[in-house]
């Protein structure tokens, strides 16, 4: 059964599930709506949807360091209370997150935090290599705006897909904890560093520094 726009709305407004997982619950249920409500609830994602509009000011800021010290990772991860904070499920989650960050290398925790400026930025350099590629100027548009798709799931850290899991992204994965917890959770923001980023090479200015001594020899 082909799931159509308004069946999706239907359902988002009855569940509050954003419009993918409700697109997901539609085709998993062959468009049945009451089955696909249903669906949402077993996967905890219509009450998580609603928890999301509280205040979740308690939580942890968790490290994780990977790659012998070369990569490393500060994450503040929030819920609602400080009990659920010091729950040894929630550290695992907070945990999983720093080390997806670690691997996965986000820019954004969402898609909102990309600037207007970066985003129009990034749809011309993707106009300019659909045109390139000789792609026809009537598809160029629709073309660019799937890839743009792709790009925010590879900078922003809800959209991307879960390394221990790539059946599911981290939306999908903080949604599922809050509905196991009660509590609304929201990953606030991050900081990761990679040993030698953004400066020379330590063997490039040291093979310099030989160089030197050799032409004064």
Request: aromatic fraction near 6%.
């Amino acid at each position: 059964m082909a799931i159509t726009a308004a069946m999706v709305k239907e359902l988002r407004e009855k569940t509050g599930a954003g419009m993918m997982d409700c697109k997901k619950a539609l085709t998993e249920t062959n468009g049945d709506m009451e089955k696909a409500i249903d669906f949402l609830r077993e996967k905890g994602i219509a009450s998580a949807s609603k928890k999301a509009g509280r205040i979740a000011a308690e939580g942890l800021v968790e490290s994780y360091i990977h790659a012998g010290g070369r990569i490393g990772v500060l994450v503040e991860v929030n819920c609602e209370t400080d009990f659920v904070a010091k729950t040894d499920d929630f550290k695992a989650f907070v945990k999983d997150i720093a080390m997806q960050i670690a691997a996965m290398n986000p820019k954004y925790v969402r898609r909102e935090e990309v600037s207007a400026e970066d985003v129009e930025r990034e749809r011309e350099v993707l106009k300019q290599q659909a045109l390139a590629e000789g792609k026809p100027e009537k598809i160029v548009d629709k073309m660019v705006e799937g890839r743009l798709s792709k790009f925010f799931k590879e900078v922003c850290l809800l959209e991307q897909d879960f390394v221990k899991d790539s059946d599911k992204t981290i939306d999908q994965l903080v949604k599922e904890q809050i509905a196991r917890i009660g509590e609304n959770i929201s990953v606030r923001r991050f900081v990761r560093f990679e040993l030698g980023e953004g400066i020379e090479k330590r063997q490039d200015n040291f093979a310099e520094e030989v160089m030197a001594q050799v032409n004064k020899g």
